[in-house]
Each structure stands twice: as structure tokens, then as C-alpha cells.
């Protein structure tokens, strides 16, 4: 595929996620009740979330197929490339089991963040009360996935 088609097809990829983005601001932003979003709050919140990590996400894997894809990137560009990649996915695959453990003890929603360049990773639950019993469940979680010691976890509770 020559240079000018690679540019047409990411450009339009680019074009497609920013028409996306709209239609999903236009059809869930002003289509919901003022009154239903009070009953929302942290729902909204974890749903977004995830959408929001989703597309991001769903970006860095695009940039890296189009290094990977590119005639101009030297071997040591593509296998980094391939190297992050992979790397990304893996940490997907880890926040989204990490996700449904700590669901499967009992709390109604949870987001798990982690950072590719650290060894932290953040916790977000929906709790109104979270208790030293509740935090020692994820902390135990997180140790026996070996995602991370306690010391770099950090839970956020959100009612």
C-alpha cells in the first residue's frame, strides 16, 4: 500500500472515531432527563469510564498499527511498537479481570486503572461504606493476581 493510501485510510479512521465521539455526546448527553441523571451519579460514572478507556485505548492500538504498517519505520520502531502493544493488551486483559474479581465479592461496580510505565494501580469502587474488610478483599486480590504489592495499590471509594 503506497504512502498517500496509508495517509487516506488513517485519516479517515481519525474522521470515523471524531464523528463517533459526537453522535455519542449528542445521543447520551442531551437525550437524558436533568432528574434521571441525579439518579445515575456513580453509575454514569463507571459506564463513561470505561468508554472513555476503551477509545483511548482503542487510539494507541491504531498509532501502533500505523507504525507497525508503516514502510518507514526501522525494525527497531515496528518490534517496540509490537512490544507496546502487546504490553497494552495485556494490561487491558488484567484491569478487566481485576475488574470482575472484586465484582464477584460483592461490590456493585469497580474500575481498576494501572499505568503502563508504573507499577501502581488505582481501584475505584462504588461503596458507600467501605469497610477494613472490604479494602483487605481487593488488596488480597491484587497480591494473588500478582499485578501488585498493597503498598502500590490505592483504593477510591465513590457512593
Given at each position: 500500500m503506497s504512502k498517500k493510501k496509508k495517509i487516506i485510510v488513517l485519516s479517515s479512521m481519525i474522521a470515523l472515531l471524531a464523528v463517533t465521539a459526537v453522535l455519542n455526546f449528542v445521543f447520551t448527553?442531551?437525550?437524558?432527563?436533568?432528574?434521571?441523571t441525579e439518579t445515575l451519579g456513580s453509575a454514569s460514572y463507571f459506564a463513561q469510564y470505561r468508554s472513555e478507556r476503551q477509545t483511548k485505548r482503542n487510539e494507541e492500538l491504531l498509532q501502533l498499527d500505523a507504525v507497525i504498517a508503516s514502510a518507514e519505520a526501522t525494525e527497531t520502531d515496528v518490534k517496540e511498537a509490537l512490544s507496546l502493544k502487546t504490553e497494552l493488551t495485556k494490561m487491558t486483559e488484567r484491569e478487566m479481570l481485576l475488574e470482575s474479581l472484586i465484582k464477584a465479592y460483592g461490590f456493585e461496580d469497580v474500575v481498576v486503572v494501572m499505568g503502563i510505565d508504573s507499577d501502581n494501580v488505582n481501584?475505584?469502587?462504588?461503596?458507600a461504606n467501605l469497610t477494613l474488610d472490604?479494602?483487605?478483599?481487593?488488596?488480597?486480590?491484587?497480591?494473588e493476581e500478582n499485578v501488585a504489592s498493597p503498598e502500590n495499590v490505592k483504593i477510591i471509594p465513590i457512593s
Amino acid at each position: 500500500m503506497s504512502k498517500k493510501k496509508k495517509i487516506i485510510v488513517l485519516s479517515s479512521m481519525i474522521a470515523l472515531l471524531a464523528v463517533t465521539a459526537v453522535l455519542n455526546f449528542v445521543f447520551t448527553g442531551n437525550l437524558i432527563n436533568p432528574k434521571a441523571t441525579e439518579t445515575l451519579g456513580s453509575a454514569s460514572y463507571f459506564a463513561q469510564y470505561r468508554s472513555e478507556r476503551q477509545t483511548k485505548r482503542n487510539e494507541e492500538l491504531l498509532q501502533l498499527d500505523a507504525v507497525i504498517a508503516s514502510a518507514e519505520a526501522t525494525e527497531t520502531d515496528v518490534k517496540e511498537a509490537l512490544s507496546l502493544k502487546t504490553e497494552l493488551t495485556k494490561m487491558t486483559e488484567r484491569e478487566m479481570l481485576l475488574e470482575s474479581l472484586i465484582k464477584a465479592y460483592g461490590f456493585e461496580d469497580v474500575v481498576v486503572v494501572m499505568g503502563i510505565d508504573s507499577d501502581n494501580v488505582n481501584v475505584i469502587a462504588k461503596s458507600a461504606n467501605l469497610t477494613l474488610d472490604d479494602t483487605i478483599k481487593i488488596y488480597t486480590i491484587i497480591q494473588e493476581e500478582n499485578v501488585a504489592s498493597p503498598e502500590n495499590v490505592k483504593i477510591i471509594p465513590i457512593s
